[in-house]
């Protein structure tokens, strides 16, 4: 007789690619779907806070949690009785087990998350390990069966961590049911587990602090948030002898903001110096490279703003992982893990020479780009009073309702459903308070785009017709030179053909602008 029969191993399959899935895309739900067949009761297609309690499984896992047990207790009561099984079914066996006890103390490692995140509650030991272990040994420690991933109960308890703060962290920083804001999501929880979970189970765990992320996007769409829910949500090996973990996550996350230091200032944080290597240098002082610990990350903000020569020094960190102190010849070692954020267009810093092209490749191997709030808008309209509400609830808690309605109100009769939101996410959240505290938001008045940019933008976008570029070059030469003949030389024109080609319109405004 074999292990499995056909329907057990279709089943177990399911569960397989449902439990390696990211949980964040669309496709989650047909894994489901295939696990439960005709009891699958449909769902939103993704995972947002609109549509899920993160403390709650949804029902579909609840189903799928409680066939998996039944199923593994009868394989387990077969492998004790001396069944045979073909590998690829003990895999099967095993991913079974995992689902299981990953959903069976899914709502204990929530609970020591919210103890850890509240600090007044203190940092107790994980006590409930022992009966995980217990759990593991019983489906997965019987006479003559060797687990085929031969992972041993401590590491698989540190994945579980693992996971249920990475779907934490994405779940509460990352809001907005837009299919933008599903795909941030997806591409966050990747950017923690690669596309692999497998693979990152077997070997990657131990190597993703190598591997430094880049999140670019517009002011305001929250790229600080993005680095929080990578950071937060590292591996971090656990210790069954003390039964805590080897670091504390919650203190293993350091930002630095580069755009609001001086380049010297920036050496020394990141660097550390010893003492007397500059003036006001009364001592010996540790950086943030220095500070992390190899589980936890360092948080570099507005990476384009960083100076060449300290991009030299931090290209060495990331290729090498060694960095020197100001002042100080002793090499020093990074362990931790290295996240970037921008709002600069990083290609056109290259041109310019502002950044270095082999430190943009040593920050791009995985890249994060966060959409602004006018895409997630511009998908679903909706979005708008899910994100007004998450705020309204933040500041004004029971009253969140009655604010919603307020805000919302207020930006239809005196901005529009269309208004562009240039300031984004921080743009609408200080919309919210306002209204909270003045009954109404006036944004800044927009700066006016000056020809120039204008004609950037339209270079761009691919909007100019052969003749209308032709028109605004030769006006924007000329309003330069103030001479036909030189116009005429530099673009290699007539001069007739430059005279006819000048808008007037234009050029005054390019003169009024300087």
Avoid at 239 to 261: M, P, Q, R
Avoid at 323 to 331: A, I, L, N
Wanted: aromatic letters at 10%; charged letters at 25%; glycine letters at 6%.
């Amino acid at each position: 007789m074999a292990f499995l029969n056909q329907t057990e191993r279709a089943f177990l399959r399911a569960v397989a690619n449902l439990g390696y899935c990211n949980p964040f895309l669309p496709e989650r739900i047909q894994c489901e779907r295939e696990a439960l067949g005709s009891d699958f009761r449909e769902a939103e297609p993704i995972w947002s806070l609109r549509v899920a309690d993160p403390e709650s499984p949804h029902v579909n896992i609840l189903k799928i949690t409680a066939k998996v047990e039944t199923l593994v207790k009868k394989l387990r009561e077969r492998l004790a009785g001396g069944a045979s099984a073909p590998e690829d079914d003990l895999v099967f066996y095993e991913t079974g087990v995992l689902f299981l006890l990953y959903h069976r103390y899914n709502d204990r490692f929530h609970a020591a998350i919210a103890n850890a995140l509240d600090r007044r509650a203190g940092h107790k030991p994980f006590g409930f390990y022992t009966d995980f272990l217990r759990d593991w040994q019983h489906y997965l420690q019987i006479a003559g069966f060797t687990p085929p991933s031969q992972h041993q109960a401590p590491h698989l308890f540190a994945c579980f961590f693992q996971i249920r703060r990475a779907f934490h962290h994405i779940f509460s920083y990352i809001i907005g049911g837009s299919m933008a804001a599903a795909r941030l999501r997806a591409a966050v929880w990747q950017s923690i587990f690669t596309h692999d979970m497998r693979r990152y189970r077997d070997a990657l765990y131990e190597r993703m602090g190598d591997m430094t992320t880049l999140v670019t996007g517009p002011t305001g769409t929250g790229k600080e948030l993005v680095a929080r829910a990578i950071g937060l949500s590292r591996y971090v090996p656990f210790d069954s002898k003390t039964l805590t973990f080897v670091e504390d996550f919650t203190g293993a996350f350091h930002a630095l903001n580069l755009s609001a230091l001086p380049p010297t200032l920036i050496e020394s944080e990141l660097f550390g110096h010893r003492r007397g290597a500059f003036t006001g240098a009364l001592q010996d002082r540790r950086g943030w490279l220095e500070i992390c610990p190899r589980w936890g990350t360092v948080f570099l903000d507005e990476i384009g703003d960083l100076d060449g020569a300290i991009q030299v020094k931090l290209l060495r960190v990331l290729h090498t992982r060694t960095f020197q102190p100001v002042g100080d010849t002793t090499e020093r070692h990074f362990h931790g893990k290295i996240i970037a954020a921008t709002n600069r267009n990083l290609a056109e810093a290259m041109r310019q020479g502002a950044l270095r092209e082999d430190f943009y490749y040593r920050l791009c191997a995985d890249l994060i780009a966060t959409p602004s709030l006018r895409d997630q808008l511009r998908e679903s309209p909706a979005v708008l009073r899910e994100l007004i509400l998450y705020i309204a609830r933040r500041l004004a808690g029971p009253q969140a309702e009655a604010l919603a309605e307020e805000v919302e109100a207020c930006i239809v009769k005196h901005l529009g459903r269309n208004y562009p939101w240039p300031g984004n996410i921080r743009e609408l959240e200080q919309c919210v308070r306002s209204v909270l505290i003045r009954k109404e938001y006036r944004p800044p008045e927009p700066r006016p785009v000056s020809p120039r940019e204008d004609f950037e933008r339209a270079l761009n976008g691919g909007t100019l017709t052969a003749d209308e570029l032709l028109r605004r070059y030769c006006t924007l030469v000329y309003a330069q030179t103030g001479s036909y003949e030189e116009t005429a030389r530099r673009l290699q024109l007539d001069r007739r053909t430059v005279k006819t080609k000048i808008d007037p319109q234009l050029l005054a405004r390019l003169r009024a602008s300087g």
